[in-house]
């Protein structure tokens, strides 16, 4: 099946320092990737869609400045939390839907914890 | 903005019962439906999904319903086991949100011995 892979798993870093997370699909070329935040006990917040040789889209109240996000394969997308502070710590999350159109499903990675201290 | 939402956060089953998670959305515009299991510290990991042109479809001890006259959404799991202790939750898009999936807020499954 479709594996979207993410690196790294877990990070821990100091305030004010930028931590970039990667996030590859395995098996399959994804022209489009979804990054989304996780906090502990909460839903899947979806924060930016990824898309390939060509800026991303936020959503509402996400700050493109503060999350860079780089799609520049058809496998590979990452996500740079810059300047991080102990707000961002949280479970990030990329996803990559295979082919099938909008009417199918997101395969995701297995998140990235980020601690910022 | 419009939401996809549960009402149950924990559901206490025993082994080998069958489970019954719910979810409502608010958007009329929803057209196709995914339940996601995740285990703790871990992606979520795809169930089954329902397009609106279906009210129920079966995979393998799991059956989702989807009621759109009052926006309500389904799963059921079958003899469930230790195994499926896990938090599941609800997602929808719409043809006009352009592939994105939105989560609802997931339902802790605790499956006692």
């Known amino acids: 099946g479709a594996v979207v892979s993410q690196h790294p798993s877990w990070v821990i870093c100091k305030s004010g320092t930028s931590v970039k997370i990667e996030c590859r699909s395995l098996d399959f070329q994804a022209t489009t990737m979804f990054w989304y935040r996780q906090f502990p006990k909460q839903s899947l917040m979806l924060m930016a869609t990824?898309?390939?040789?060509?800026?991303?889209?936020?959503e509402q109240g996400v700050e493109k400045d503060k999350f860079l996000i780089n799609h520049a394969s058809l496998t590979l997308s990452t996500l740079t939390v810059t300047s991080a502070h102990p707000e961002d710590s949280s479970f990030y999350i990329c996803?990559?839907?295979?082919?099938?159109?909008?009417?199918?499903?997101?395969?995701f990675g297995n998140g990235t914890r980020l601690t910022v201290t | 903005g419009e939401s996809v939402g549960l009402h149950l956060p924990t559901l206490s089953v025993q082994e080998g019962d069958n489970s019954i998670i719910n979810c409502a959305y608010s958007?009329?515009?929803?057209?196709?439906f995914i339940w996601y299991k995740q285990e703790s510290g871990k992606g979520p990991q795809f169930i089954i999904d329902?397009?609106?042109?279906?009210d129920k479809r079966q995979g393998q001890r799991v059956t989702v319903l989807l009621n759109k006259t009052v926006k309500h959404l389904s799963l059921q799991i079958a003899a469930t086991q230790p195994g499926d202790s896990a938090v599941y939750f609800c997602a929808e898009s719409s043809t006009d949100s352009w592939g994105k999936l939105q989560f609802g807020a997931g339902t802790q499954v605790v499956v006692t011995p």
């Open positions: 329902i397009r609106s042109n279906m």
């Open positions: 958007n009329s515009a929803s057209d196709y």
């Open positions: 996803s990559a839907r295979v082919g099938g159109g909008n009417n199918s499903p997101l395969h």
């Open positions: 990824s898309n390939e040789g060509s800026k991303a889209t936020y």
